[in-house]
């Protein structure tokens, strides 16, 4: 292989900010800070919740059904890795949680928020790939979240995919401060978080926020 084609793989990874160039030292591969998790989960809540809004609006029937089993499946399997907590299982489980949510923006129709969410969401494969196997998820957290968007209701959609969201941010401060002792910034110190947002980051805060029970 020449040096160009590695080269233009390196140019492509630290674009995609999975590796960093310093002079005199070399590449190396990128450790996020807290203040670049947040500041990820900033962006991803921005597109996610955009594309929960889309989906309410624009799913077809069998797409939606083919959503609410694929959250079923990401249940299973998100409890299954607590018992089989080995390499394979780990990346099949990852893997297949990323799908779910790579299908929901899918499912919009938006070339260009499919991009932007995939980006999102290789970071969060790699940055917190050991964090991840460490959260403590509530059970049909994600049945609870396809109940949201299969409804029709892209108000109901955003807010439950909001709350989503920032409940895995604040499950990861958790485990990040256990990591990096007391005296480590907290995620919530780096930047605004809604008041609401992780206080109530229930699996029914959407139904109690909206006013709506099903």
């Known amino acids: 292989m020449s040096f160009l084609p590695i080269s233009q793989a390196l140019e492509r990874l630290e674009y995609e900010e999975l590796v960093e160039s310093r002079p005199r030292v070399g590449t190396r591969v990128r450790m996020p800070t807290p203040q670049d998790v947040r500041e ?3 962006l991803r809540e921005a597109l996610e919740c955009q594309a929960a809004r889309l989906f309410a609006e624009k799913a077809s029937s069998d797409e939606r059904l083919e959503l609410q089993k694929m959250a079923t499946r990401v249940d299973r399997m998100l409890s299954g890795r607590a018992k089989d907590s080995g390499a394979e299982t780990v990346f099949r489980t990852q893997a297949y949680h990323m799908s779910f949510h790579m299908r929901i923006v899918e499912s919009t129709g938006s070339a260009a928020l499919s991009k932007a969410i995939e980006k ?4 969060t494969f790699n940055w917190l790939y050991d964090i991840s196997t460490k959260l ?4 049909r957290w994600h049945e609870e979240l396809m109940e949201a968007l299969a409804g029709k209701d892209p108000e109901i959609a955003e807010k439950a995919m909001r709350r989503h969201i ?3 941010l604040r499950q990861i401060q958790e485990v990040l401060a256990q990591q990096l002792g007391p005296d480590a910034p907290r995620l919530s ?4 978080l809604p008041p609401d947002t992780i206080s109530k980051a229930t699996p029914q805060g959407w139904r109690e926020k909206s006013g709506r029970r099903r």
């Open 40 to 42: 990820h989960y900033i």
């Open 120 to 123: 999102t969401h290789v970071l």
């Open 136 to 139: 403590s998820l509530p059970a």
């Open 166 to 168: 920032n409940y895995g």
């Open 189 to 192: 110190q780096l930047g605004r």
